[in-house]
């Protein structure tokens, strides 16, 4: 996790989950191989043979029969063609797509991502379908995954979702975090061992953004939004409407993007709201930075660290 650091004892491991990040299912093995093997400190694993795009975790657990609850560290693996670089007038370089996302073409399904709660690694899967259906289709894994779970003094913890990769915690009490007690060093303005994006790359600075607002009209901008593919277009970027995943549902997938930052405001972080104002047709779609509680599952947009 972007760091010397062990993760312990390994006696076991194995691929946790596969998604195409679709409607269909994929098998056992279709994205990676089952002979997953640690030796050597390395963990090995290979790509199916006939290679396909999409996403998985590899876990590796401190028993050899890989029993739930015993998850010492997990990988996210990211099956996806080169993403492109897009430069926001020298305020920050961004990948072309969400993380997870294995496309970067507007109004692909494959172009919406995972969801990730703010400050943990691990990724959720998102809708299976652009449009604005309820309740939301949600894309298809390997495994049947488990119901959300409030969060307690003994769920909040690093150590807990480090051991549950699979469950997303929810909060009803203010701050309304996963984490308790809250932790803001989780994601920050230098690559923490929590942060998801891949290499050379790491949770954005809302700063790339902010220039494209207008403080004059209630701080918020006006991107262009397409109704055919359910995008927005912000400067020289195209951003889904994926929605948002709160405990077990997803939306509102086809109407609103969110997009955290690693940017903490007091008890909140900030995230980017893209609304496409459909409550009254006709009305300018529009987009703003605020602060939002850290259990909600928003979609990231990865900064090219330099």
Known sequence: GNTDVSVGDVKGVKVLWETFGTATAPQIGDLIKTDVSYSDGYITFSTNDTYHKGNAVIAAYSDAGCTDGNVLWSWHIWLTDQPAEHNYDDQGILMDRNLGATSGTPGDVEFLGLFYQWGRKDPFLGSSNINRISPTPLAQSTIDWPSSVETNDTKGTVDYVTRHPTIFLTSSQSPLDWSIPQNDNLWSSGKTQFDPCPPGWQVPNKAVWAQYLDSGRGNRGYPEFSNESRTFLVSVGYYPAAGEKRGDDVSPVGNNGYYWTFNITGTYSN????????????????????????????????????
């Open 271 to 306: 995230y980017i709201c893209l609304d496409s104002n459909s409550v009254n047709p006709g009305d300018l779609p529009y987009y703003f930075i605020a602060d939002q509680s850290r259990s909600k599952g928003y979609s990231v947009r990865c900064q090219k660290i330099e």
